[in-house]
């Protein structure tokens, strides 16, 4: 009866722990790369993938982060550490489908079971035509966010 208990429990940590898109649509896994090696659970990596802007048709931006391994990387347990990049491009023509907020959080995920997350925001110059989307992190209880961020940019019409 408790191994039930513990398989049930650590099947509802890791579900809990898959991410949580503001868009609704999960991201592409473009592909990982291993950094360092974890003789029990899988590996710490460093992973890239794609979000397509779901209000700005022709917008993909690509994200790497750190995601930590070992058991409890792989159970969904492990907060993983605040190193990301982010690159916005134009992948085809850039067409806007609804009226754009000057911030708007378009992306985010779980970066711990509970308090972490990794969060996209678009914010739109309108003076330039531009829209500039910045990576960061939060901690949604009580603590500050992290101070680590990357920005990038994409013109509405290049």
């Not at 960061?136 to 500050?144: E, P, V």
């Amino acid at each position: 009866m408790r191994l039930a208990a513990l398989g049930f429990a650590l099947l509802s940590a890791a579900t809990l722990a898959s991410p949580a898109f503001a868009s609704g649509d999960e991201p592409t896994r473009i592909g990982d790369v291993s950094t360092t090696f974890r003789l029990v659970g899988r590996n710490d990596r460093v992973v890239v993938d794609r979000y397509d802007d779901p209000k700005v048709e022709g917008v993909s931006c690509y994200m790497s982060r750190a995601e930590t391994g070992g058991v409890k990387g792989t159970l969904g347990l492990a907060t993983d550490p605040s190193r990301f990049s982010i690159a916005c491009r134009a992948t085809g023509r850039v067409v806007v489908k609804a009226d754009l907020p000057e911030k708007e959080v378009v992306f985010g995920e779980r970066a711990s079971l509970f308090f972490k997350e990794i969060k996209v925001s678009r914010l739109y110059d309108k003076e330039k035509q531009v829209l500039v989307y910045l990576v960061w992190s939060t901690i949604t209880i009580g603590a500050q966010g992290s101070p680590y961020n990357s920005v990038t940019a994409v013109p509405i019409n290049p």
